[in-house]
């Protein structure tokens, strides 16, 4: 069975910053959540195991590639959405699918124009063939960037914060889209939106400081949680007084008013008690909340 196996991952960048601290994930098909929150060192893994930067220490395996030591061999199996494409040139996104389909070594000119129709038909651009990529709305060209990365019959699709900045109608289409690629390959998405995860993900990792906190499935994640989390709404004027009796992981307001959920052993009185949801988890995790049980 195909398996993405990082181990003892490790790079500190020039300025000083440890970017990833002894990283271990093992990663099988289907859909795997990277959740952290911004500065964690997702992309910075995302671009280490498209062989786009090197580690300073580690290994990564995929089936039996040696990613670090046989780049190329990589890249053949690798679909990769980046967070940033950059600046597109100014030709349709037709002739530009077209272009990367040739980098991606489909050399067949009427196979490749096949392939290149059946991807923009895919992901429903097919009447905006002709315009080009940078006339776009972002879930537009998000959903460029999956026709893309999905060339080739990639082994190893990495999807990096593809739903930042989409509207709700477009993040629905892509998430779609997304779970539609297949239970044969393994798709990484990395998020620091905890509802990606929780929508389209089989299993996950927590990523904080260049550590991973968590890794399993969701409901593994929200079951460590059993029977620790109260829930009471107060007034905005009382958040610093629960603040300083309780440890609250996370405030949602909620028609005007301010609920908050607080990580206890015991019940509280006043407080009515709550299943955790992968949002608790996360902000837990992050927070360092009594690591021992978690
Ligand atoms: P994320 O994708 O989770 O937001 P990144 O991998 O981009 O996290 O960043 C992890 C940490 O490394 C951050 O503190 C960031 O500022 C730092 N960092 C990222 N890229 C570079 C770089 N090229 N040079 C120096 N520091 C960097």
Do not use: W
């Not at 993405?4 to 440890?18: A, D, E, R």
Request: contains cysteine.
């Amino acid at each position: 069975m195909m398996q993405l196996s990082i181990k003892n991952l490790t790079k500190t960048y020039p300025n000083g910053v440890t970017a990833l601290k002894n990283v271990s994930l093992t990663i099988n098909k289907g859909m795997f959540g990277l959740l952290g929150p911004n500065g964690a060192g997702k992309s910075t893994l995302m671009r280490t195991v498209a062989t786009l930067q090197e580690a300073d220490s580690g290994s990564i395996q995929l089936g039996d590639i040696n990613v670090l030591e046989d780049k190329v061999a990589l890249r053949r199996v690798l679909g990769y959405l980046p967070q940033e494409f950059g600046v597109y040139p100014r030709i349709s996104a037709q002739q530009l699918l077209d272009h990367m389909a040739v980098l991606k070594g489909i050399t067949d000119k009427k196979g490749r124009k096949t392939l290149v129709d059946a991807m923009l038909e895919r992901v429903n651009l097919q009447d905006h063939r002709k315009k080009s990529v940078s006339s776009f709305s972002g879930g537009m060209r998000q959903r460029f960037g999956i026709a893309q990365a999905l060339l080739g019959e990639p082994k190893l699709i990495i999807v990096d914060e593809p739903t930042a900045g989409l509207d709700p109608g477009e993040r629905n289409r892509f998430y779609n889209l997304l779970s539609e690629i297949g239970e044969n390959v393994i798709v990484i998405l990395s998020t620091h939106i905890v509802d990606d995860v929780k929508e389209l993900c089989s299993d996950m990792a927590i990523i904080h400081e260049g550590e991973v906190l968590f890794s399993g499935s969701p409901q593994l994640a929200v079951d460590s949680l059993d029977g620790l989390i109260y829930e009471r709404t107060i007034g905005k004027a009382e958040m610093m007084e629960y603040q300083q009796k309780y440890t609250i992981i996370s405030n949602k307001l909620v028609s005007g008013k301010t609920r908050i959920h607080v990580h206890s052993e015991e019940p509280i009185p006043g407080f009515s008690p709550v299943e955790a949801d992968l949002e608790d988890v996360f902000f837990s995790k992050i927070m360092g909340v009594s690591a021992a049980q978690l």
